[in-house]
């Protein structure tokens, strides 16, 4: 299992405002690079879009804990099983906010996509801090 962490970063908005917003998947489009990605669909529950390279993309909703965590899962359309925890956490006057995921990657797949997810996720949690 491959573990990428993105940085970790504070978002000027208290956790349950952060926690809403990221429990809606449609949202998660404001948060992709859109010059690097195409094909978006997305509902409340689930979202998929292809990346830069062809692959596409699922995210599904699968748990939460009210304010501090999300639990995404990917969709039978990636091309590698994967969960993307998101964890909250309230930090004064605003929200401690990252993401890490778990990756069941084969070695020489590694090697190609482990750095443009963590480029992925910090640009994420970038536009997040943004959006607040």
Do not use: H
């Amino acid at each position: 299992m491959t573990q990428i962490e993105s940085k970790s970063v504070k978002v000027a908005a208290e956790p349950a405002k952060v926690y809403a917003y990221l429990s809606d998947l449609r949202n998660f489009k404001e948060l992709l690079p859109q010059d690097k990605i195409s094909d978006w669909q997305g509902e409340e529950n689930n979202c998929s879009f292809k990346v830069q390279g062809g692959y596409k993309i699922g995210l599904q909703w699968e748990s939460g804990v009210e304010c501090s965590e999300i639990v995404l899962r990917s969709t039978a359309a990636s091309p590698f099983p994967f969960k993307l925890n998101i964890s909250l956490e309230a930090d004064g006057t605003g929200t401690n906010a990252q993401q890490i995921c778990d990756a069941d990657i084969n070695p020489f797949l590694k090697m190609m996509v482990e750095k443009p997810l963590k480029n992925l996720f910090d640009y994420i949690a970038d536009r997040l801090v943004k959006k607040f």
